[in-house]
């Protein structure tokens, strides 16, 4: 039967996997398996999302104008540099899009964002994969992989699904030995769970040099997954190629009118932060004094923890028992990563209460 034939790069994609939000019997349980915030939204960010969806029938500012000077006010940015996206998501497509192609090769890590591979393929692009040292993120190996053909690198700092995180001398390190043609797509998804100091300097890339597009987002700690927006800055030549393929209303007037009050939300980001540190830190620290069971925490400065299964109980094992016991974690085989299981840092109760029942499957004693 004829039919119309997909692109042969397009059926190489394997699809996203989202973390569930039921068990498989239909449960509702604690969901720690996307990376959201426990603590929900900022009250002013949910009553600016209320008041935005007041006029529905209109669209969206297409330029979104006062999201992108609300976000260049807090970051000390120019609003013209500024993109927007349907979650950065969209804004990672939107960079291999328009940097890569058939024949162009993209760097990233083994265990690395699953839609840096998608975006990579879906262009017809070659995903070129660079070794970690020990889950993290090796600025060597990525560079001794850039040839002729390389038109991207997407690093994600933190990483996820590792939680690992790359200083700010490593980064200017790949950023140095990278070609000034070849794009740095430094992607900071989680870098409001730093501590200023540990800042790893990729807005000041991105203000100084033509090739480094970071990008952010207002899923994680500003708490507004649900509405997806996410944005990005580079230098004008590259925003203003990304533009060109954008999708002309892409995030959403409530989106737009939270996301700026979230940005002024300064309290609830900082109380989120130090939820974040402080239950990231007992979390791992707890997995850690299970080593006689085989598990071990990767170190995360993201919201979220990877446990390794190197003892008699596997992930696999675990990831079943905790949906049985109420607790929906991420099993990533898909990514290489079978004896893994990504824990996102609950509320007190949930992250206490998954630990119990994590102690519980492994057998420890008290
Ligand atoms: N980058 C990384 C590293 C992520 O973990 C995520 C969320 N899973 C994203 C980007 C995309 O988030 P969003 O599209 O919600 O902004």
Redesign the pocket.
Known sequence: MNAPIPKPWIMDIAPYVPGKSKTDDGRTVAKLS??ENPLGTAPLARAAFEAGRASLDRYPDAGAAKLREAIAARHGLDPARVIY??????V?HLAAGAFAGPGDEVIFVRYG?A?YEIATRRVGATPVIAPDKDYATDVDAILSLVSDRTRLVFV?NP??PTGTFAAREDIARLHAGLPRTVLLVL?Q??AEYLTPDEDDHGLEMAREAANVLV?R????IYGL?AE???WGYASAGIIDAMHRIRAPFNVTTAGQQAAIAALAAEDFVTASREHNARWRGWFADQIDKLGNAGLRAVPSKANFVLVLFEGPVSAEEAYKALMEKGYIVRWLPGQGLPHGLRVSIGTAEETQGVLAAIREIVGAAG
């Open positions: 996307s990376n996206g349907t979650g950065s998501d969209e990672l964002f839609v994600a990483n996820n992607d998804a989680y990008t987002t207002f899923s994680k997954a997806r927006i996410g």
